[in-house]
């Protein structure tokens, strides 16, 4: 007898009452957007910034997300997902923990490794996931679930823990919405999820047997579809949890949404959220250049063994971030994190400092700062600086022109915002009656 996915309200809310002492309610920018969710986070993937997060860091567990990482990993692990195959047997799907129907259309059929991973992404199929662990491993699940948590402390992710590839409804298998977001970003890199979310429907090769991605987010026939989106992995239990994470992208911009803990009742909140808090960033956020790479941003002491002199110090990489439109330059600060002085020999592109930027309260960006030439790797190297060296030492009333640490933020200019149709740029009014259905 199946064995179908039942999850039980007590055990949600007793693990909800074990996470509640480490909810730590965060809000990066003002918004008036009202949500019904408890964990939030909206990130703008162009700039990695986070435009918007509430309670990030708050443990829970760890459903239809956990089919992320089990995609990451069997892609990987599984050499050639297009030649590997599996025969779907019912008794497979009868024996294993949970099932959840994904495969019940297939039993009979055999698949290759590429097509489970379609039809686990599209359908947020646990058992096509059980099945994915079983190939990649000759069966050895738990050397699966510990290859996804050796893969959670190589990524950073801090407060992920897994026990199982696919659903599993105990507190041990958990993560965060920060986490999400993190495992979220690697994900994104797989051309493959890419291609297969951007069809949002996926036929496996010698079967005339479909799957169409599920989230009602997805469906233009759904009250809930919000046409920008590109990729969602949803799911809800019995009217009581939802869990998404999703990307949209409009004019050029990328947003990614990770939202848990949304209370489903006759409508999807979780989906009404994402809509709301994706447009409020649309059109009130745009970029923001705040550094150029080849912009001198302060100077280092170099020390050799005949003197010392200063040198430019550099950002490693340009800075766009994303900020209100009404943004307060008064508020943009810096703090450096540059020592006194370096010893040579120094290599171009050697890190020698960083320069964090604040927007108000909240650090919106960390940049390493660095030199760009080589310093002290020998006599013709150096002969500019100990010419310098020797001729300071000589003319002591020359006046030393090495800049200092800069006291002030960076000048930052904005970027154009991009001109949108009437038609085309989305609706506060508009969205929110098709998010209420």
């Not at 965060?26 to 509430?54: A, G, K």
């Not at 443990?59 to 997902?81: D, V």
């Not at 890199?189 to 079967?207: G, I, L």
Request: negative net charge; charged residues 20%.
């Amino acid at each position: 007898m199946n064995k179908r996915i039942k999850f039980f309200v007590s055990a949600l809310l007793v693990f909800a009452l074990f996470v509640s002492s480490f909810m730590i309610p965060v809000s990066s920018y003002e918004t008036d957007v009202q949500t019904s969710t408890s964990d939030l986070l909206l990130v703008n993937l162009d700039t990695d910034t986070i435009v918007f997060s509430q309670k990030p860091d708050t443990n829970w567990y760890a459903g239809t997300l956990s089919r992320l990482m089990t995609f990451l990993l069997a892609y990987e692990m599984i050499s050639e997902p297009k030649k590997v195959t599996f025969k779907v047997e019912e008794s497979y799907i009868e024996e294993l923990p949970y099932t959840d129907g994904c495969l019940d259309k297939f039993v009979g059929k055999t698949l290759t490794a590429q097509d489970l991973m379609a039809i686990m992404l599209l359908t947020s199929g646990n058992d096509a996931a059980y099945a994915l662990a079983d190939l990649a491993t000759e069966n050895d699940r738990d050397a699966f679930v510990a290859a996804m948590n050796e893969r959670v402390t190589t990524l950073g992710m801090k407060s992920t823990a897994y026990v199982s590839p696919g659903f599993d409804n105990t507190s041990a298998q958990h993560t965060t919405c920060r986490d999400v977001y993190i495992l979220y970003k690697e994900v994104l890199k797989n051309e493959f999820y890419k291609s297969v979310m951007k069809e949002k429907a996926y036929t496996p090769a010698k079967t005339k047997v479909s799957v169409s991605a599920e989230p009602s987010i997805l469906d233009p026939n759904s009250p809930y579809y919000f046409r920008y989106t590109n990729d969602a992995i949803y799911s809800y239990t019995e009217d009581t949890y939802e869990e998404l994470a999703l990307t949209t992208t409009y004019h050029g911009q990328t947003y990614l949404f990770v939202g848990l803990l949304g209370l489903h009742q006759s409508e999807r909140n979780v989906f009404a959220d994402a809509r709301k808090l994706t447009t409020w960033a649309y059109l009130n956020l745009s970029d923001v250049k705040i550094l150029n790479s080849d912009e001198v941003i302060s100077d280092i002491t170099v020390t050799t063994d005949w003197g010392s002199y200063k040198t430019n110090l550099y950002p490693d990489h340009s800075a766009l971030k994303t900020l209100p439109n009404d943004y307060d330059e008064s508020k943009l600060s810096h703090t450096f994190e540059i020592p006194k002085s370096v010893k040579t020999p120094l290599l171009a592109g050697q890190k020698v400092g960083s320069i964090k930027i604040n927007y108000g309260d909240e650090q919106i960006d960390t940049i390493s700062l660095s030199v760009n030439s080589d310093e002290g790797l020998g006599m013709l190297s150096d002969f500019g600086r100990f010419s310098d060296y020797v001729f300071h030492r000589l003319t002591p009333h020359r006046e030393d022109t090495a800049t200092e640490a800069p006291t002030e933020a960076p000048t930052v200019a904005p970027t154009e915002a991009p001109v949108a149709t009437a038609a085309e740029e989305p609706s506060g009014a508009a969205e929110e009656t098709a998010a209420e259905g």
